[in-house]
């Protein structure tokens, strides 16, 4: 069986992967052997992918258990989530975030293909929250290492969302508390685990010692020297780790832009001292 051919972009996070035809089911050795790549470089990219929606449900569910998006599932397709804009009313989350941060239990492992995609523009930044953690100071580490945050549905973001939709989605996804720290389930490294799109308060500090250590730990997140930059070509896909990186939709194209991604269920989150099981990967 051919080895993958992998090749670093970043000192710190990503990585190309080539060898591999993702419209053909995947065996458990070359699964494995995606994933080994995926927790040592965060997110990975594929170019000449030309997937259809099957295939690209079937390649998500090789890595665990998919879910349909809580907010905007695709109609007879609700494993799919479109990411879709005209190049006027320009669509993507342009601030840091992991995917779906606001649930309980958030996803793992995120699958994004390119269908349609701009002459200029439109990349995706992705930023390697394990480096960010590990550029803290020692002082900082001490402090924040058993702090937990609160984690809210960003209601208020949602201009295309009605007022009874949004306090629908806000009563089905009340405020979570998140550790700081959290402890990668398959790694065991340390990750920050706040973002700028979901996190608002530390518990236990008064506010404006919460907004300036949360301001402090984003900053982390968008040193360049923890990111890379994926220029997207049609038929691309990036896959990453929700529980190590950020990212970051760049909203600077004028013409029509179209992917779309499917997304597999997590574990629950754990920070120092706590436990918890591993990324169940299913049997193929």
């Not at 993958?4 to 710190?12: A, E, F, I, N, T």
């Not at 990349?123 to 945050?149: G, V």
């Not at 706040?194 to 236990?204: L, R």
Request: hydrophobic share 40%; proline share 8%.
């Amino acid at each position: 069986m051919p080895t993958l051919s992998v090749r670093p972009l970043q000192p710190y996070v990503g990585a190309e992967v080539s060898g591999v035809d993702l419209r053909e089911p995947l065996t458990a050795a070359v699964r494995d052997e995606i994933y080994a790549a995926l927790l040592r470089y965060k997110v990975i990219f594929f170019r000449d992918q030309p997937l259809t929606r099957e295939q690209h449900i079937a390649l998500g569910s090789a890595f665990g258990e998919l879910e349909a998006h809580p907010v905007e599932p695709t109609a007879g397709y609700p494993l799919i989530l479109e990411v879709k804009a005209d190049g006027v009313i320009k669509r993507g989350p342009d601030i840091w975030h992991t995917d779906n941060m606001y649930e309980a239990i958030p996803p793992s492992v995120s699958i994004l293909r390119a269908i349609t995609i701009p002459a200029l523009g439109g990349d995706t930044a992705f930023s390697n929250a394990i480096a960010a953690y590990e550029s803290l100071d020692a002082d900082t580490k001490a402090k924040i290492e058993h702090l937990k945050a609160e984690c809210v549905f960003p209601a208020k973001r949602r201009k295309d969302l009605t007022p009874e939709r949004k306090a629908e989605l806000a009563a089905k996804y009340p405020t979570v508390l998140f550790p700081v720290v959290r402890i990668h389930p398959d790694t065991g490294e340390r990750t920050l685990f706040v973002c700028e799109a979901y996190s608002e308060n530390v518990v236990g500090l008064e506010a404006q010692e919460s907004a300036e250590l949360l301001r402090l730990l984003f900053d982390r997140i968008k040193r360049p020297e923890n990111q890379v930059r994926f220029a997207w070509r049609v038929n691309s896909i990036a896959m990453w780790d929700n529980r190590a990186v950020q990212h970051y939709a760049v909203t600077d194209y004028s013409e029509p832009r179209h992917l779309e991604r499917v997304t597999a269920k997590g574990t629950k989150p754990f920070g120092p001292g706590e436990t918890g099981p591993k990324h169940p990967l299913p049997a193929l």
